[in-house]
């Protein structure tokens, strides 16, 4: 199979595909997702066969408004009309409880719970609405891959696997939504993303992070967190501080290879770049670097191919928090020290 690329104007034909049972990848305001009909369970199972991903992380569901989540959920507190209220449309994941045998497992990989999702992009919202279902969508990469914030790595991991891509640009955020566990007594925080811990407490109060490293037995409550995940080719090192980096690009210099080097374009303009280091620019600061996080990861897998990478680090607070969680996943933890 040819996997079509959809433009904007093209959206009844992407929808009578999702109809029909295929799978079409979908611009969000986050990273590109890959769609099917979450109440067509066949359909939904070849979204995990596509991307390899194992059938307990559970999907969540897009839709259009909190219209259709009242369709599946138990009644809505006050706190996640709250939420829903101000940051939907958004990247702002929400988990509730559901009403019994509305989702198939396939879905929610057999919990009681479903995340629910109203993502920030006019195509995507005219296209759940052609299809009039909602569709579930995880990051549409290879599982373990950096999510897609292009078009081209979308078609790069699943050309062949799926029927089509509906192609809207650059993602904005270029990190995933946070996802916020709303059937615990304290709201839970179980992925950094795109809105940061002091935004929701600012509406809602007090909540909880659980997105921290998970330990030996533990088990982590996004069934997603305990894989590898965002790793490119490349091994990725960590530079923390900003007062590490002629260490580290000497140690670059001693290398074989070439060597990747992400970072601010501060960064990269105040150092002095060994021959045999290939730079990539995170723009201006920690908003540009969310963006382009993802965006560099690829580049050194799809264009410019090196044996290691060496990635700038920030404080892990606000959108640094998001940032960081992605990084230190794509680096196995491995941080630069001297
Ligand atoms: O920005 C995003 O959220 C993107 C775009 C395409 O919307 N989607 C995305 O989906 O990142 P995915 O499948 O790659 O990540 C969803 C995360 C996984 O870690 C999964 O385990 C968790 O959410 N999750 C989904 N349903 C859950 C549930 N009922 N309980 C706990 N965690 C859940
Ligand atoms: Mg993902």
Redesign the pocket.
Known sequence: METKIFQPNQIDEAAAAIQAGELVAFP?E????LGADATNEAAVKQVYLAKGRPSD????V?VTGEDTVKQYAQPLSAKAEALIKTFWPG?L?L?FELQPGKLSKAV??G?T???F?N?DNQVTLDLIKAAGVPLV????NTSGKP?PTLAKHVYHDLNGKIAGILDDGPTKVGV??T?L?MSTEIPTI??P??VTEEQLEAVIGTVRSNHHKVGKGEIP?????KYKHYAPNAQVTIVDDEADWPAALAWAAQQDGTIGVMALDRTLASEDLPANTEPFSLGADMDSASHLLFAGLRHYDLESPVTGILAQGFAAEGLGAAYMNRLNKSAGQQHFTK
């Open positions: 969000t986050t990273v590109y997702g992380n559970p999907l969540i897009h990247p994941t988990i929610t990989g919990l719970t479903a995340a999702r993502p969508g995880p990051s549409a999510s995933e939504s996802v566990d179980l992925r993303g795109g409550k996004a069934p997603g967190m």
